[in-house]
């Protein structure tokens, strides 16, 4: 799945967002693209849900669009 993040801005942002998303159970990997504000995040639909990693970033203070 593709997320996109309003408010990363640099190497921290990055940071605190991919460690977020991959203390959910069932996220495998996260790639955080600075220079387009996307999030690819591979994950396993049994456990982890658009809900659960919106609230996993938003709780760091970025935004998820969409």
Do not use: W
Request: one cysteine or more; proline letters at 0%.
């Amino acid at each position: 799945m593709t997320l996109e993040v309003n408010g990363m801005t640099c190497e921290h942002c990055e940071k605190a967002v991919k460690g977020s998303l991959e203390e959910l159970e069932g996220v495998h990997g996260v790639e955080v693209h600075l220079s387009s504000g996307k999030v690819d995040v591979a994950y396993d639909e049994a456990y982890a849900t658009k809900g659960l990693m919106k609230e996993a970033i938003e709780a760091q203070g970025y935004e998820v669009v969409g």
